[in-house]
């Protein structure tokens, strides 16, 4: 870390002056790669000794920390995949990430749209209570929520935690989704209702396959955060509704002195959110790079 | 999802119902659909108001009655039960008026929680700025292994902070943990207790473990900002002779101030609500060092069953939250021109 943040906050100010480096825009400089080596050691650092110490006894751990896996054991991975409550956690963390990411899309969309390209007494004032509800922390609400969800009988329920997911993620979503609605051109609405389109069959045949790289960052971001997410889930979840983040606390907390095994069971639980990212990571930065071209 | 909908209307009892309004308004809007060119200007003429308000409501309604439901209502819920000792069953019969305000804000407990949260805020806006405006711009840059250095980076951000607590509380345990090791090995000791049972260390330990999880957020919305900026501008300034850092300082970082501004503003938000990796890392110890205003308010509504009192709390919380966020919106999110707040930001 010591080699980045050296660099980082002099060249603010530094540099009235121009600096040595060539104004070249192709890569090359090594200094830039080990910088970047640097970077990436300890970002995935952390991450990577989790997933070997899974490959590890609890001995070879105690006995040299920050050695490699030898001989490389699988009796820790093996437990947590024939473990039943793993699978039925991570059953429930996707589909109320589902649940939540629909609704979230769906209405986020559907609000945006408006705000963005409709005139209309009252529309600041609309998105000023989107706006405002960045600031309106899960936690505030967290303990009426609790009682609201009972009362309404969905508590322990997946719907019970995805509504108020949604809900708090929509803020957020509206945030992002307007100003990518504005920036589509009005040359496009324009032509759309010459062409005799009305505003919602702008909306349908225009605007949706177009805002399609806005949807699926928000919809990657609100699939995330409920996945990730364990406040709620663990006031209203118990026992075989459970989702992941509370398993692997659960798991951690009974059996601290395994720490292969909390390492196997902590690098498993992670895998899913990765590989959606992955898979989903080129369409993000696709989407947010030139949303418009055609 | 209409039932949802429904439901929710019938609640809070707005008028206007979505259902009624999407049927008008697909008829309307297939009735308008006619191959007549419309006036100059694209907007509709006469007759199109009450279409267009129906419309609106269609669009907006569900979101806006979800919200209002699941977001508004528990908090005004909060604020009432703010104003009563309730330990969790029972009616609402013993009003105390301020009573509970008065006792969380006499409590060390929480106004040591509400300074760690202000150190966490401003720690983690100086840190990562910097930080992260760095590596999007190493990252920008094209090289060899791009698409793979920007997947990593943003890896930390995709963990769950349950996940990721767990993982680094392995790697601060003291003694056998992997980070005393390496320390050891290369002379430094360290404390006794840990990092994270060090009440002096535990709170910056923290802030390096959340360091680490967000860094990639800043990253990956900085260089979806840089990815915005034209490329004939960087055509243009090196056809002028300018140097790469040129271009940085006077193209580059100027038109991400929005993208700065923002992220700022959601990291400022964030640090605010912190609970999950303090209640995984320390619990909000050692000796209440890392307390932060949401793990006393879960404190003392789930375990102590002081629900007044949690109440209280987050509705302080929330006023805290408020009045940084109008401050920031006034002071930083409104200014018209970029350069001024930019460079402000850049010296924080």
């Known amino acids: ?294 | 999802m209409t039932d949802v909908a429904d439901e929710t209307t019938a609640r809070v009892g707005v008028t206007a119902s979505p259902a009624t309004s999407s049927s008008e308004a697909s008829v309307a809007g297939r009735a308008s659909a006619r191959p007549v060119a419309p006036a100059p200007g694209g907007r509709r003429g006469t007759g199109s108001a009450l279409r267009k308000r129906l419309e609106i409501a269609f669009f907006v309604a569900p979101a806006l009655l979800l919200f209002l439901f699941f977001v508004v209502v528990p908090i005004i819920r909060a604020i009432q039960l703010s104003a009563y000792r309730w330990k969790g069953y029972g009616p609402l019969v013993d009003f105390v008026g301020f009573k509970n305000y008065v006792s969380v804000l006499q409590n060390d407990v929480f106004i040591g929680a509400l300074q760690h949260n202000l150190i966490i805020v401003v720690a983690s806006i100086a840190i990562q700025l910097p930080l992260g405006l760095a590596i999007a711009l190493l990252l920008n840059r094209k090289m060899w292994g791009q698409g793979v250095l920007r997947t990593i980076i943003f890896v930390p951000y995709v963990l769950a902070e349950v996940i990721a607590g767990v993982v680094w509380l392995q790697l601060l345990q003291p003694k056998y943990g992997v980070i005393d090791t390496v320390l050891n090995a290369v002379g430094i000791n360290g404390p006794e207790q840990g990092f994270l049972g060090t009440p002096e260390y535990a709170l910056w330990t923290v802030i390096v473990v959340l360091t680490w999880k967000y860094l990639g957020l800043a990253v990956i919305l900085f260089l979806a900002g840089l990815q915005s900026v034209p490329e004939e501008l960087y055509e243009a300034s090196q056809i002028d002779g300018a140097s790469w850092w040129q271009t940085q300082r006077k193209i580059t970082i100027p038109l991400l101030g929005p993208t700065i501004r923002t992220w700022a503003f959601l990291s400022m938000i964030g640090s605010l609500q912190l609970f999950d990796m303090v209640w995984i890392l320390t619990g909000g110890g050692p000796a209440n060092a890392t307390t932060t205003m949401a793990t006393f308010l879960i404190n003392e509504g789930t375990k102590r069953q002081n629900y007044g009192i949690a109440g209280a709390a987050s509705v302080i919380l929330f006023v805290v939250a408020l009045v940084l966020a109008l401050l920031y919106q006034r002071f930083i999110l409104r200014r018209d021109i970029q350069d001024p707040a930019l460079r402000k930001k850049a010296k924080a």
């Open chain 1, 1 to 294: 870390m010591s080699a980045v943040t050296a660099t980082s906050p002099t060249t603010p100010r530094t540099a009235q002056g121009p600096r040595r480096r060539t104004g070249k825009y192709t890569g090359g400089n090594p200094l830039v790669y080990a910088l970047a080596l640097v970077v990436v050691a300890l970002t995935l650092g952390p991450v990577l000794y989790g997933v070997l110490g899974g490959f590890r006894t609890n001995a070879q751990l105690a006995e040299s920390p920050a050695g490699m896996p030898d001989p490389w054991v699988f009796f820790n991975y093996a437990g947590v995949l024939s473990n039943p409550n793993f699978w039925t956690y991570a059953f429930n963390s996707t589909v109320i990430a589902l649940l939540t990411t629909t609704l979230v899309v769906v209405f986020g969309i559907m609000a945006a749209y408006p705000l963005a390209r409709y005139k209309f007494k009252g529309r600041e004032q609309i998105f000023m209570v989107f706006v405002l509800g960045l600031l309106f922390p899960a936690t505030v609400a967290i303990i009426p929520l609790f009682i609201l969800i009972t009362d309404l009988n969905m508590g322990n329920t997946w719907w019970g935690v995805a509504l108020p997911q949604a809900a708090f993620a929509l803020p957020v979503t509206v945030v992002i989704l307007r100003p990518f609605l504005q920036a589509l051109p009005d040359e496009l609405e324009e032509a759309a209702l010459l062409d005799g389109a009305s505003r919602i069959g702008f909306f349908w045949r225009i605007l949706l396959p177009l805002s399609g790289p806005g949807m699926v960052t928000v919809g990657v971001l609100a699939f995330v955060g409920s996945w990730n997410a364990y406040l709620l889930p663990l006031l209203l979840l118990q026992s075989d509704m459970k989702t992941l983040p509370l398993g692997v606390a659960d798991f951690s907390s009974e059996y601290s002195s395994d720490t292969a095994g909390v390492f196997a069971f902590t690098t498993l639980a992670m895998i899913p959110a990765l590989v959606f990212f992955l898979a989903m990571q080129k369409r993000i930065v696709n989407g947010l790079q030139g949303a418009v071209k055609g």
